[in-house]
């Protein structure tokens, strides 16, 4: 059974969320404006590598908070159902994994636009 992709993305940190779609919308920017200037090249695609540095930062930040907020809700209760435990963590590492895919695309979108001659 998969979880589906409104799922996926309703339940990531929300504020992380927006960020890495703000990324992901500034590196589209950068493409697009790569492939219209072809002279400013390589200053863009540094701007566009610095965009996939911070989108793996974002994602192992919002890892690391989630893990925090889940534990220590977890000490809170004294015990819980392992079926609300297992959902916490798959909902944590929800937003990690869409910083991932966001640093993905992002770094494909970098590459280098050869010219014909």
Request: proline share 3%.
């Given at each position: 059974?998969?979880?589906?992709?409104?799922?996926?993305?309703?339940?990531?940190?929300?504020?992380?969320?927006?960020?890495?779609?703000?990324?992901?919308?500034?590196?589209?920017?950068?493409?697009?404006?790569?492939?219209?200037?072809?002279?400013?090249?390589?200053?863009?695609?540094?701007?566009?590598?610095?965009?996939?540095?911070?989108?793996?930062?974002?994602?192992?930040?919002?890892?690391?908070?989630?893990?925090l907020h889940s534990f220590y809700f977890i000490s809170?209760?004294?015990?819980?159902?392992?079926?609300?435990?297992?959902?916490?963590?798959?909902?944590?590492?929800?937003?990690?994994?869409?910083?991932?895919?966001?640093?993905?695309?992002?770094?494909?979108?970098?590459?280098?636009?050869?010219?014909?001659?």
């Amino acid at each position: 059974m998969r979880m589906p992709l409104s799922d996926f993305l309703a339940n990531g940190d929300l504020k992380f969320v927006i960020i890495l779609f703000l990324f992901l919308s500034i590196a589209i920017y950068y493409f697009v404006k790569k492939i219209i200037n072809k002279e400013q090249q390589e200053r863009l695609n540094l701007k566009m590598n610095k965009l996939v540095t911070w989108s793996i930062f974002m994602s192992a930040f919002s890892l690391m908070l989630g893990l925090l907020h889940s534990f220590y809700f977890i000490s809170k209760v004294n015990g819980i159902a392992n079926n609300l435990l297992f959902g916490g963590l798959a909902n944590v590492i929800i937003t990690p994994t869409l910083g991932i895919i966001i640093a993905m695309i992002i770094k494909l979108l970098s590459t280098p636009i050869s010219s014909k001659k």
